[in-house]
């Protein structure tokens, strides 16, 4: 199709492209398609893929992994207060900090994958990591001398219990340092790993890749489960040592499974990181920011608009939207090379694709930093609904207590239970209704998740008010209100449908939304938002403990729970997620979903590529 008078139909504007912008002459899209696919095939892979002979060694892999790093912190909160004898101030910012320094460190992970060392290369380094880190955090449950002297339940009431040393704490922080480092190459290069085994160019690959996200998720269910139900009882009722040390187990066999399947993997070479090329617009969108558009808008073949190349397939048209990063695509005198019209500076000239993809990114922001405050609700699943647990009776039966860290897998089940009634048969009876193909759009679902994150810390408040006067009036010794732990249920249940919503919404979002080559991005930005909604709910911890109270009162987060007013945290929390929540009905208002350039043959070889809104 290098014909001259081709168009680009954006929005009401028409612009014609010079008969370099779009590069091969196939009959029709579909051999596009296929010669765009022969070509991501030879780049991608040098031997035939691994296929489901690598996927015994890799679903091992990470589902060992999963089992070590969820089974060794699903219970950690308990462990700092009962062995370290920590505050819940205190338990809850080592917590906070850690899961955010976690969350955050993908980030530098999927760089240094994508730009340098690859996939393998950073799992198998991560996974030491990980190990070392296990190791750490195991010793300090084993050698007496890691953990402060034994605390009595008297002294305990009476908040003489040692805290750990300076030396203590440090090791602790260093075990948790390694376990942050082995994070950031596992998550982001995990699931992409295991994709790249199969050829996305053919029906049975793709069938393949499907099929790997199933068994994925599907044993990354069963081994939640396991984490918060198994091992939790074993490091609350039979021994920290065994309940930490059965997951660096697993870990360790993690690591010689991967290893052992090395021959059978397909190793896909780094290409770059998307960052260089996000980088490439801004700087030169700031250097040609005095160039004035044509006042009479005639912009003939002013756009440099290169075919696609590598792994991405999907074009994007010239929008009109945050127009002055348009000028990093103008094409000044001197810029393309005479020879074969590419670039002679990256970083003065930038193609129309590279433009809309940073648009792309920049649309996305605002949407995703109303995730952070929402997140926050999460949070608390993992410290202060914890220590509700830790003061409510858990007894099922005359002998079984359910351990105060199991309390979260309620959350869990119902994901499970109700995941599969919104995907087979609430969605299908809403797409009847609104006539979209996933029965309400994806904002929609992320702003639900939201509503349900509201709610949900509304109930924790009341039932932490009905279990405080509970305890108050019966005064047990050691501070447990005489009701149910399944008080906590509803709360638990709210917050599931938050995941079931919310998360599962945003991660949806963010894949559909950002372009091809950029989905590593975010899903980086993804964790990102978990990392500052740690770091809010810190910063939200430290504030409320150190001006609430006082003139004889205790803070809202005593140590005390009892003595404390913890309802009144739940609370802020919900009117901030309030003023969140209008906050995103703003931006969703104001959101424009990422347009398809579709490319349409007509009878006269002309080729029109027109923007379509996605209903996202």
């Given at each position: 199709?290098?014909?001259?008078?081709?168009?680009?139909?954006?929005?009401?504007?028409?612009?014609?492209?010079?008969?370099?912008?779009?590069?091969?002459?196939?009959?029709?899209?579909?051999?596009?398609r296929a010669g765009d696919d022969q070509v991501l095939s030879a780049k991608i892979t040098k031997r035939k893929p691994g296929g489901w002979r690598a996927m015994p060694f890799i679903l091992g892999n990470e589902t060992?992994?999963?089992?070590?790093?969820?089974?060794?912190?699903?219970?950690?909160?308990?462990?700092?207060?009962?062995?370290?004898?920590?505050?819940?101030?205190?338990?809850?910012?080592?917590?906070?900090?850690?899961?955010?320094?976690?969350?955050?460190?993908?980030?530098?992970?999927?760089?240094?994958?994508?730009?340098?060392?690859?996939?393998?290369?950073?799992?198998?380094?991560?996974?030491?990591?990980?190990?070392?880190?296990?190791?750490?955090?195991?010793?300090?449950?084993?050698?007496?001398?890691?953990?402060?002297?034994?605390?009595?339940?008297?002294?305990?009431?009476?908040?003489?219990?040692?805290?750990?040393?300076?030396?203590?704490?440090?090791?602790?922080?260093?075990?948790?340092?390694?376990?942050?480092?082995?994070?950031?190459?596992?998550?982001?290069?995990?699931?992409?790993?295991?994709?790249?085994?199969?050829?996305?160019?053919?029906?049975?690959?793709?069938?393949?890749?499907?099929?790997?996200?199933?068994?994925?998720?599907?044993?990354?269910?069963?081994?939640?489960?396991?984490?918060?139900?198994?091992?939790?009882?074993?490091?609350?009722?039979?021994?920290?040592?065994?309940?930490?040390?059965?997951?660096?187990?697993?870990?360790?066999?993690?690591?010689?499974?991967?290893?052992?399947?090395?021959?059978?993997?397909?190793?896909?070479?780094?290409?770059?990181?998307?960052?260089?090329?996000?980088?490439?617009?801004?700087?030169?969108?700031?250097?040609?920011?005095?160039?004035?558009?044509?006042?009479?808008?005639?912009?003939?073949?002013?756009?440099?608009?290169?075919?696609?190349?590598?792994?991405?397939?999907?074009?994007?048209?010239?929008?009109?939207?945050?127009?002055?990063?348009?000028?990093?695509?103008?094409?000044?005198?001197?810029?393309?090379?005479?020879?074969?019209?590419?670039?002679?500076?990256?970083?003065?000239?930038?193609?129309?694709?590279?433009?809309?993809?940073?648009?792309?990114?920049?649309?996305?922001?605002?949407?995703?930093?109303?995730?952070?405050?929402?997140?926050?609700?999460?949070?608390?699943?993992?410290?202060?609904?914890?220590?509700?647990?830790?003061?409510?009776?858990?007894?099922?039966?005359?002998?079984?207590?359910?351990?105060?860290?199991?309390?979260?897998?309620?959350?869990?089940?119902?994901?499970?239970?109700?995941?599969?009634?919104?995907?087979?048969?609430?969605?299908?009876?809403?797409?009847?209704?609104?006539?979209?193909?996933?029965?309400?759009?994806?904002?929609?679902?992320?702003?639900?998740?939201?509503?349900?994150?509201?709610?949900?810390?509304?109930?924790?408040?009341?039932?932490?008010?009905?279990?405080?006067?509970?305890?108050?009036?019966?005064?047990?010794?050691?501070?447990?209100?005489?009701?149910?732990?399944?008080?906590?249920?509803?709360?638990?249940?709210?917050?599931?449908?938050?995941?079931?919503?919310?998360?599962?919404?945003?991660?949806?979002?963010?894949?559909?939304?950002?372009?091809?080559?950029?989905?590593?991005?975010?899903?980086?930005?993804?964790?990102?938002?978990?990392?500052?909604?740690?770091?809010?709910?810190?910063?939200?911890?430290?504030?409320?403990?150190?001006?609430?109270?006082?003139?004889?009162?205790?803070?809202?987060?005593?140590?005390?729970?009892?003595?404390?007013?913890?309802?009144?945290?739940?609370?802020?929390?919900?009117?901030?997620?309030?003023?969140?929540?209008?906050?995103?009905?703003?931006?969703?208002?104001?959101?424009?979903?990422?347009?398809?350039?579709?490319?349409?043959?007509?009878?006269?070889?002309?080729?029109?590529?027109?923007?379509?809104?996605?209903?996202?």
């Open positions: 199709m290098a014909l001259e008078g081709k168009r680009l139909c954006c929005r009401a504007n028409c612009f014609h492209m010079p008969s370099w912008s779009i590069s091969s002459k196939p009959s029709s899209q579909q051999e596009q060992f992994e999963r089992l070590a790093t969820f089974g060794l912190l699903a219970n950690f909160t308990v462990y700092l207060v009962k062995k370290l004898h920590m505050d819940q101030v205190s338990a809850s910012n080592v917590i906070y900090i850690w899961s955010g320094v976690s969350n955050f460190a993908p980030l530098v992970g999927a760089f240094i994958s994508d730009a340098y060392v690859g996939k393998f290369r950073t799992i198998a380094f991560s996974s030491f990591a990980l190990l070392l880190g296990m190791v750490t955090v195991t010793l300090t449950a084993w050698i007496p001398e890691l953990l402060p002297p034994p605390c009595t339940q008297q002294q305990k009431v009476l908040g003489q219990c040692l805290g750990p040393t300076k030396a203590q704490l440090g090791i602790l922080i260093m075990g948790l340092g390694f376990l942050s480092i082995g994070s950031a190459g596992v998550r982001p290069c995990s699931i992409p790993f295991g994709a790249d085994q199969f050829d996305p160019t053919t029906a049975e690959g793709k069938k393949g890749i499907n099929s790997f996200f199933n068994w994925y998720y599907t044993s990354f269910t069963v081994v939640l489960l396991l984490a918060q139900t198994v091992v939790v009882y074993i490091q609350d009722s039979v021994s920290w040592v065994l309940g930490f040390g059965i997951p660096t187990v697993c870990m360790f066999f993690s690591i010689i499974l991967f290893f052992i399947g090395t021959k059978f993997y397909v190793h896909v070479e780094p290409e770059g990181s998307p960052f260089s090329g996000i980088m490439q617009v801004l700087v030169a969108a700031y250097r040609k920011r005095r160039i004035e558009f044509p006042a009479d808008g005639e912009l003939n073949g002013l756009f440099y608009d290169p075919p696609l190349k590598g792994v991405v397939m999907t074009k994007l048209p010239l929008t009109d939207q945050f127009r002055f990063l348009n000028k990093a695509a103008i094409i000044e005198v001197g810029e393309l090379k005479a020879a074969d019209g590419s670039r002679s500076d990256q970083w003065r000239l930038c193609s129309i694709q590279q433009v809309e993809e940073v648009k792309c990114l920049v649309r996305i922001i605002p949407i995703w930093a109303a995730g952070i405050i929402s997140l926050m609700a999460m949070t608390q699943q993992g410290t202060f609904i914890v220590f509700q647990a830790m003061k409510m009776d858990r007894h099922l039966g005359p002998r079984f207590q359910i351990p105060a860290g199991s309390i979260g897998v309620i959350s869990l089940i119902t994901v499970g239970l109700w995941l599969p009634f919104y995907d087979r048969i609430l969605v299908p009876a809403l797409r009847k209704i609104t006539k979209h193909e996933g029965g309400i759009t994806l904002l929609q679902r992320i702003g639900i998740g939201i509503v349900f994150s509201i709610l949900a810390m509304v109930v924790a408040g009341l039932t932490e008010r009905v279990r405080r006067a509970s305890a108050i009036k019966h005064h047990h010794p050691d501070g447990v209100a005489p009701m149910s732990v399944m008080w906590l249920a509803p709360q638990l249940i709210l917050m599931g449908f938050f995941e079931l919503f919310n998360i599962l919404g945003q991660i949806e979002f963010f894949n559909r939304q950002f372009p091809e080559h950029m989905t590593s991005i975010g899903n980086a930005l993804f964790f990102c938002s978990f990392a500052l909604a740690n770091y809010l709910s810190s910063l939200l911890v430290n504030v409320v403990h150190h001006v609430t109270g006082g003139h004889g009162r205790p803070d809202w987060l005593a140590n005390d729970l009892n003595a404390g007013r913890l309802e009144y945290f739940y609370f802020s929390i919900a009117g901030m997620g309030l003023l969140n929540l209008i906050y995103f009905l703003y931006c969703a208002h104001r959101y424009r979903y990422k347009g398809n350039a579709v490319q349409i043959q007509d009878n006269n070889s002309h080729v029109d590529v027109e923007l379509r809104s996605v209903k996202a």
